[in-house]
């Protein structure tokens, strides 16, 4: 279950659920009323997303590759055949109806080419002078996103927007003369994109600031933005949420020591629930989720000040939707898969039963457990058990991030090793989201030793605990948490029988240039803004300096399209270790980004969660 809709009149909820036919991802419309029912099927496409109804809640908007590429499409929910909306070139990537239902807002390759030198379609050379010019999951940023117009009627779209930037984010203003939009049309946004929220008529006409903040805007109307200055941005700021009215920005919840996002980790969650949005339940009210825990809460912002949080518990809601005073959300609740949720009074109502019928058997609800620190903090975590209640071995899971959290939520790689007779742990060390700022921002510029620490701790705890054997011990991370992997057996040798290292850091001085992000990551990770500023402390908190160190069995997983986390930082450590004759083992899968674990082909993840099982069942 991922995106979603609620109707205007709050009668039904429309969601895409995402389906796997022979080794393709398909994804359909389906529409369940509010009050529970067996749900209906409305589109038949092969990719059909971003469900939007008009505003008299009679057709429904959506995107769909069914003519090739990603296109608007008009459904009348009354009965007949959805119709094509006339759009730009190339994949439209956002559709939203205008408050009278008459114009359709769509985020679209903006038509001009940045880069290339020759033929489009087979170029000569392609000419790079900004620093932004790949994004990992995109590849070449050939063409940015620009704001479009299109009458719902038909006719030609009108770009609003100049090609030169880049549009994140776009909303109708309640009277719909206007758009809001977030972009940085600064030149030197060349070198680092800050988006702040712009306004331009629906018209035509020269962009009007909006609103700024010190850091970037992630909304619009409402926002929800970064207070710190950009330059400072380590990745653990919060996001705040803001108004805009007469005489400025106001921020609301000002006591709210959490992010308002969803930053919870996990296989089984959209990405595209990360995209923070404000939706508003009415003109006075504000929906959001809060990233509290390592669980996903919804909370209710009023423009007189008050904060309402809307549910309670283990559970973590991701995708949301409002409509007719509703909200909708997908929610997991223990260890539960997501299903589409109503929330109502305090709790959440289940209107699906797509996700639980498709675990079965296989869910186990993590239990959690919290270990005391002496730096006077407690570290929450959770524990997988594995099945027939074996506790021998045992294997640590490490959240990437690093700004992000673990939840009580099921992840398949979980599952699999707990169906396999191997137990996992998971933590949230200092540098999680949804502890506070000062948790976050406790490893700023100092990657590899509190959060290390802590985790180390929660395994010591568990073996205490008599959750596994010292001597079966396994460490599994992604990311981030591949950097954690290679750092543990590299400076904890002999702690770990076995460890299982996918598309990590290893190298920050060779990441600053191969990875798109890489730029910035120096000061996240080792507090110094370039290479010039410390070549020797980016190699103290490069875990490939002291990798040579581990003699336990390491697997690499490694996307080799992933420009996050570029191949080049697993060879690294794959060279080392192979010529010094140690048990390293290298998977390469073609075509995948980073987040290959969610999105990535869905045999390739099959294969990827057997080869983490079978590594660790001859390992440990």
């Known amino acids: 279950m991922q995106e979603l809709a609620v109707a205007p009149d709050g009668e039904s909820v429309v969601y895409a659920r995402r389906t796997i036919e022979g080794r393709e991802y398909r994804k359909r419309l389906w529409r369940v009323p509010w009050r529970g029912g067996r749900p209906e099927q409305l589109t038949r496409g092969e990719l059909d997303a971003g469900p939007r109804f008009s505003p008299d809640g009679e057709t429904l908007l959506f995107l769909s590759r069914r003519s090739g590429k990603m296109r608007p499409w008009l459904l009348p929910l009354a009965g007949g055949e959805p119709t094509e909306v006339a759009a730009p070139e190339g994949d439209v990537a956002r559709a939203e109806w205008s408050p009278d239902g008459k114009r359709i807002l769509l985020l679209a390759p903006s038509g001009e080419p940045r880069f290339v030198i020759g033929d489009r379609d087979e170029p000569l050379a392609r000419r790079i002078e900004d620093l932004t010019w790949r994004l990992d999951g995109l590849g070449i940023r050939e063409e940015f996103l620009s704001l479009w117009v299109v009458s ?6 009108k770009r609003l927007t100049e090609p030169t930037y880049e549009v994140f984010d776009a909303a109708w203003s309640p009277d719909g003369e206007r758009i809001a939009f977030v972009a940085d049309p600064r030149p030197e946004a060349h070198i680092r994109e800050d988006p702040q929220a712009w306004e331009i008529p629906v018209g035509g006409g020269s962009p009007k600031r909006l609103a700024e903040l010190p850091g970037e805007v992630a909304g619009t109307l409402g926002l929800i933005g970064i207070s710190e200055p950009s330059e400072s941005i380590a990745g653990w700021a919060h996001y705040h949420l803001y108004v805009v009215e007469r005489e400025g920005l106001r921020r609301l919840a000002r006591d709210l020591d959490r992010s308002i996002a969803f930053l919870t980790t996990g296989d089984l969650y959209d990405s595209a629930a990360r995209q923070p949005r404000v939706l508003w339940l009415d003109g006075e009210r504000i929906v959001a989720p809060v990233c509290d825990g390592g669980r996903g809460h919804l909370y209710c912002f009023g423009l007189d000040g008050s904060v309402e949080r809307l549910v309670e518990g283990d559970v973590v809601c991701s995708t949301l939707a409002v409509g007719g005073g509703r909200i909708a959300t ?14 109502e009074k305090g709790r959440l109502r289940r209107l699906t039963r797509d996700g639980s019928r498709w675990l079965g058997r296989r869910r186990r609800d993590p239990e959690r457990f919290s270990v005391p620190h002496s730096d006077g903090h407690e570290i929450e975590a959770w524990h ?8 021998r071995r045992l294997v640590l899971q490490v959240h990437g991030g690093p700004h992000v959290a673990h939840g009580p939520a099921p992840w398949l790689e979980m599952l699999a090793l707990a169906d396999a007779g191997i137990s996992v742990v998971y933590a949230n060390p200092r540098g999680s989201s949804g502890y506070g700022v000062d948790f976050a921002r406790a490893i700023s510029g100092n990657w590899g030793d509190r959060d290390a620490d802590d985790l180390v701790r929660v395994v010591d705890h568990a073996v205490a605990a008599g ?18 992997v290679n750092w543990l057996l590299g400076r904890h040798p002999g702690r770990f029988a076995a460890g299982v ?3 990590p850091v290893t190298d920050l001085a060779s990441f600053v240039g191969s990875s798109d992000f890489g730029v910035w990551v120096t000061s996240m990770a080792a507090g110094v803004p370039s290479l010039a500023d410390g070549r020797a402390r980016l190699a103290d908190r490069s875990p490939a300096t002291l990798i040579e160190r581990n003699e336990a069995p390491l697997l690499l997983l490694q996307a080799e399209a992933d420009l996050r986390c570029p191949p080049d930082q697993s060879e690294l450590v794959f060279a080392a270790l192979r010529k010094l004759g140690r048990p390293v ?3 390469r899968y073609p075509d995948e980004s980073h987040l ?3 999105v990535g082909r869905p045999d390739r993840r099959v294969d990827r969660i057997e080869r983490i099982v079978d590594w660790f069942e001859r390992h440990l």
């Not at 719902?152 to 779209?157: E, F, L, Q, V």
């Open 384 to 391: 997988v058990p594995a099945r027939g209640g074996e506790r």
């Open 330 to 343: 997908v929610a997991t609740d223990h260890g539960r898969p997501g299903e589409v949720c109503a929330v």
């Open 467 to 484: 959750l596994g054997d010292e001597r079966h011990l396994g460490v599994l991370g992604l990311s981030y948490g591949g950097y954690i």
């Open 596 to 598: 290959l674990v969610f």
């Open 152 to 157: 719902a009627r038909g006719g030609k779209p």
């Open 585 to 587: 083992e290298m998977v």
């Open 501 to 503: 290292s996918e598309n």
